[in-house]
């Protein structure tokens, strides 16, 4: 299953469900993010009923939590003095004034309900245009992109390689072959010979922590390719209905006229 995310004004995607739950286990998604994948009517939050059905467990919205200012026993203090010393200087005030001041009271003005934030908001700036399911022509144009990053890797982990020396007895040829590129000095076959090198390392399945973050890059970059590739052929994959071309229809009329032609005229001269 491939899904979709929608963050930032923005489509992303496709990530497999277990990327997913990796992501709002770590805290780097958030659960009112907007999500959707092949068969869904709409985008739905990850915490919708929806999610939790396949397996999704996503932790509370996170909000943001009003600020608490930290009032020490000293500022306490000064601030009850204070007010001790305020309400003195009241009393002797109306003591010593010969007429009583009137006393007006000052009603709690009502708090405004457009002070009130409304519930959907966090959707005011989305438009129809973003709710739609990625087109045809979208999601083979990703697969392109995502061809052309995976084919970068091998050199990518080879040069990864060559830094960390990293060596082994099942890449050995590779590392001879690597050597000799630089020693020649020819530039122009340093690519290509990091780029067998680090296709060697992905053959024979070697790990090192040095390669952990482009090996991991290089698998999320695959199940992407791999779920893309899925929903393409439950789409009708690359072989798609395409009319004749113009100068084969030409060429099929220019047969049929000559065609009819013939008979006419065998007709005419057998009258």
């Known amino acids: ?20 739950s990796a992501r709002l286990v770590s805290g780097e998604l958030d659960s009112s993010t907007l999500a959707w994948h092949d068969g869904m009517d709409t985008w739905y939050p990850l915490n919708h009923e929806k999610w939790q059905a396949l397996g999704i467990v996503a932790p509370p919205p996170k909000t943001n939590q009003p600020v608490q200012k930290n009032v020490t026993e000293e500022q306490k203090s000064n601030q009850e003095s204070e007010s001790m010393a305020e309400e003195q200087s009241i009393e002797v005030s109306v003591d010593e004034s010969v007429e009583e001041l009137p006393i007006e009271t000052v009603e709690a003005e009502p708090e405004s309900e457009s002070a009130v934030e409304p519930s959907g908001s966090a959707f005011a700036s989305y ?16 697969m392109v ?16 390689a060559y830094e960390i020396e990293f060596r082994e007895d099942e890449i050995a040829d590779a ?82 006229l000559l065609v009819l032609g013939g008979i006419i005229i065998g007709l005419v001269l057998m009258g």
Do not use: C
Not at 2 to 14: A, V
Not at 127 to 142: G, H, L, N, R, Y
């Open 127 to 142: 438009s129809e245009e973003d709710f739609k399911p990625p087109s045809f022509e979208e999601m083979e144009k990703d």
């Open 145 to 160: 992109e995502l061809r052309k990053k995976r084919a970068g890797f091998p050199e990518a982990i080879g040069r990864r």
């Open 1 to 20: 299953m491939q899904i979709y995310l929608h963050q930032n004004n923005q489509q992303e995607g496709p990530f497999t469900l277990p990327r997913i």
């Open 175 to 256: 590392w001879v072959s690597l050597e000799k590129s630089i020693d020649s000095d020819k530039v122009e076959t340093h690519s290509k010979a990091f780029a067998t090198l680090g296709q060697a390392i992905l053959s024979a399945g070697l790990n090192d922590p040095g390669l952990d973050e482009l090996r991991e890059e290089e698998r999320d970059v695959a199940d992407r390719m791999l779920n893309l590739q899925m929903q393409l052929r439950r789409m009708g994959g690359v072989k798609q209905v395409k009319g004749p071309a113009p100068w084969k229809k030409w060429v099929v009329l220019g047969v049929t």
